[in-house]
Every structure is written in structure tokens, then in C-alpha cells.
């Protein structure tokens, strides 16, 4: 996501377009997650615009639409993933496929997981999100999962919502993240050169920085061992998110000097009346 209502004025200017607000965005952080694709395969004219809009280190997790992950369950898709790789082919190996299943999928289906990612194009970087709890606190269906993405050289990507629900929610973002993001165990552990890390912060800074600090080690390590992650930091109602991600990029570079700083962003002008 690289639109958000708040962030207009403070992140982009309001003078950007709508369809140039990616280029500004790519000032602030230097990855972002294709939420959009889930609901819809994008035209390829609108993934070329993407890829015009940002540099040729600039990452997209992209996900895999709904229709093949949660209605077809990745079972007889194979028109509708030639038609979401033809579209986001501009973005090359820039591109990371992002497949999130639904809770329900769980250990009996994960022979259908290694058979579409085996399928999948070589040298497409892929990563899966689970959210079955039995993968993470039933030893066996763990290492089923795990030996069926090492098999296609895929990531498991944790989404660790734990700080967030440590005290119940107080304003309506809250609220309506408590009643959808799953409450799974923190899970740290990589298992290719490209983790991906999805965090769920709290209501205020305070509480998403305190939270993020285990986080902060464990990606120092990944780097330190030269695997190349990617981290995306959330709140309940993200208008700090950029600010948030930026703050997270530097507590990591304090354990780990030479990495390569983020892009300094263009100014955004003051909001005026006339």
C-alpha cells in the first residue's frame, strides 16, 4: 500500500496524483506489499507504471489473488495465475509472490501448497503466510509446512501480531483489527537469503517500538549472516507507518553500520490556504 488517506500533507504531497503517489512513497521506504492484487489482477500497463515509478532495488511482495488462495485453494488455477504472473512480469525479479492462506488451510493441504509453488516460474522468489495455528504449535504439521517450502525455495512469511494484542483496543482502527488479525505465535526463524517479516505494532509509538524490539536483533542477524530481509511495520490505523518504518530501518543500522541507507524523501510543502 503506498495510498493512505493520512498521509496526505505529511508523507506526499497533496499536489501528487493519485497514480504518481508510488514514486513518492518510494521516497520513504524502499519496499512495499501489493495488498491490491488480492482482490484484483491489475492491468500489465498499470504494473509497468509501477515499475517506471521506482528504482531497480525497490522490492514488491505481491499477493496472489483471493480467487486462487482462498476460493480455489490453489487447486485447478492455472489460468488465473497465467494471467496475475503475465501481468506482474514488468516488475522482473523485483517481485517477491506473496501467497496468504486462509486459517482453515491447514496441514491436510499441504501437498497442494508444494504443488502450485512448484509449478511457479523458476527463479521467482515466492513466500507463503499461514494461518492455520497448527502450524505453529504442532511440531509435525511445522515441519510438513517446512519441508514443503524448502522443496520450492520458498520463505515462510511470520506475521507477528503479539504486541498488538496485548491490551485490548481503545480507538476504532483498533477495534476492527482486533476482531480480524489472527493471534498466532511470533515465529523468527528464516528459512531462505529472503525472509519477509510482517509486524502488527500498537496503538501508539511507544508501545510498536518497544514491541519491535526483538525484531530488531533478529534482522541485525539475518543481515550479519548476508541474507537480505524485508520488514514491513503496521498499527492498527498506519498513518505513522512510513515514519514508523524509516525509525525501524535505523535501529536495525545501528547494530549493522554498512547498510545501505533508505532513500531521503522530496519535501512535502506546507498546506496552504490559497
Given at each position: 500500500m503506498w495510498t493512505h488517506k493520512a498521509w496526505a500533507g505529511r508523507f506526499v504531497a497533496q499536489s501528487v496524483p493519485a497514480k504518481e503517489r508510488l514514486r513518492a512513497y518510494a521516497g520513504w521506504c524502499n519496499a512495499v506489499e501489493g495488498n491490491t492484487t488480492f482482490y484484483a489482477?491489475?492491468?500489465?500497463?498499470?504494473?509497468?507504471?509501477?515499475?517506471?515509478?521506482?528504482?531497480?532495488?525497490?522490492?514488491?511482495?505481491?499477493?496472489?489473488?483471493?480467487?486462487?488462495?482462498?476460493?480455489?485453494?490453489?487447486?485447478?488455477?492455472?489460468?488465473?495465475?497465467?494471467?496475475?504472473?503475465?501481468?506482474?512480469?514488468?516488475?522482473?525479479?523485483?517481485?517477491?509472490?506473496?501467497?496468504?492462506?486462509?486459517?482453515?488451510f491447514g496441514a491436510g493441504e499441504v501437498d497442494a501448497l508444494a504443488r502450485f509453488l512448484r509449478r511457479l516460474p523458476a527463479g521467482l522468489r515466492r513466500a507463503v503466510e499461514v494461518r492455520h495455528p497448527g502450524f505453529f504449535t504442532d511440531p509435525r504439521s511445522t515441519s510438513l509446512l517446512e519441508r514443503a517450502l524448502a522443496g520450492a525455495d520458498a520463505e515462510w512469511v511470520p506475521f507477528d501480531t503479539t504486541v498488538?494484542?496485548?491490551?485490548?483496543?481503545?480507538?476504532?482502527?483498533?477495534?476492527?483489527?482486533?476482531?480480524?488479525?489472527?493471534?498466532?505465535?511470533?515465529?523468527?526463524?528464516?528459512?531462505?537469503?529472503?525472509?519477509?517479516?510482517?509486524?502488527?505494532?500498537?496503538?501508539?509509538?511507544?508501545?510498536?517500538?518497544?514491541?519491535?524490539?526483538?525484531?530488531?536483533?533478529?534482522?541485525?542477524?539475518?543481515?550479519?549472516?548476508?541474507?537480505?530481509?524485508?520488514?514491513?511495520?503496521?498499527?492498527?490505523?498506519?498513518?505513522?507507518?512510513?515514519?514508523?518504518?524509516?525509525?525501524?530501518?535505523?535501529?536495525?543500522?545501528?547494530?549493522?553500520?554498512?547498510l545501505t541507507p533508505l532513500p531521503e524523501p522530496d519535501p512535502v510543502e506546507p498546506a496552504t490556504l490559497f
Open positions: 489482477t491489475p492491468a500489465r500497463t498499470t504494473v509497468e507504471s509501477w515499475a517506471e515509478q521506482t528504482g531497480p532495488d525497490f522490492r514488491f511482495v505481491v499477493k496472489v489473488p483471493k480467487t486462487v488462495t482462498h476460493e480455489r485453494r490453489l487447486v485447478g488455477v492455472e489460468a488465473e495465475m497465467r494471467a496475475f504472473l503475465d501481468a506482474v512480469e514488468p516488475l522482473g525479479d523485483r517481485a517477491v509472490l506473496w501467497t496468504q492462506l486462509p486459517g482453515s498488538f494484542f496485548q491490551r485490548p483496543p481503545t480507538t476504532a482502527a483498533a477495534q476492527e483489527a482486533w476482531e480480524r488479525k489472527p493471534r498466532l505465535p511470533r515465529r523468527t526463524r528464516a528459512l531462505t537469503d529472503h525472509p519477509v517479516v510482517r509486524y502488527l505494532g500498537g496503538e501508539t509509538a511507544e508501545e510498536t517500538v518497544a514491541g519491535w524490539r526483538p525484531w530488531v536483533e533478529v534482522v541485525a542477524g539475518w543481515l550479519r549472516e548476508g541474507r537480505s530481509p524485508t520488514v514491513f511495520l503496521h498499527t492498527p490505523d498506519n498513518d505513522d507507518a512510513p515514519a514508523l518504518a524509516r525509525r525501524f530501518h535505523e535501529d536495525v543500522r545501528a547494530l549493522v553500520p554498512d
